[in-house]
């Protein structure tokens, strides 16, 4: 019923900045929780940042706080995530999820139920 497309990712300088986007498609994701996830090589999937449907009280993992942003265009049908001071542990394939309607944000990777193919985020040393 939903699809996302992630795009954005590319080679950064430690320190430097990108901004990943999430464009969702096929039904409007307004009352959708959202998140952000990642993978590096070798490690699990791990959560990042995510936002319930009201756009309000977005939760972030430990290490990026302070650092990466998470927010939603619900005109545009979009989320981001706005990385800031990057740094070469961020480096990873960041994927878009969206839950069904309603449904509250969640960091458990299980909470979701529409995924992205993942956009790649190489930081460079």
């Known amino acids: 019923q939903v699809q996302l497309v992630e795009s954005g990712g590319g080679l950064v300088q430690a320190g430097g900045s990108l901004r990943l986007s999430c464009a969702a498609s096929?039904?409007?994701?307004?009352?959708?929780?959202m998140a952000w996830f990642r993978q590096a090589p070798g490690k699990e999937r791990e959560f990042v940042a995510c936002?319930?449907?009201?756009?309000?009280?977005?939760y972030y993992k430990d290490s990026v706080k302070g650092r990466f942003v998470i927010s939603r265009d619900n005109a545009k049908n979009t989320l981001y995530l706005q990385i800031d001071n990057a740094n070469p542990d961020d480096t990873a394939v960041y994927y878009c999820a969206a839950t069904s309607p309603f449904k509250p944000a969640t960091t458990w990777l299980d909470g979701y139920d529409y995924w992205g193919q993942g956009t790649q985020v190489t930081v460079s040393s």
């Open positions: 936002m319930s449907w009201t756009n309000d009280r977005p």
């Open positions: 096929g039904r409007t994701v307004s009352t959708y929780a």
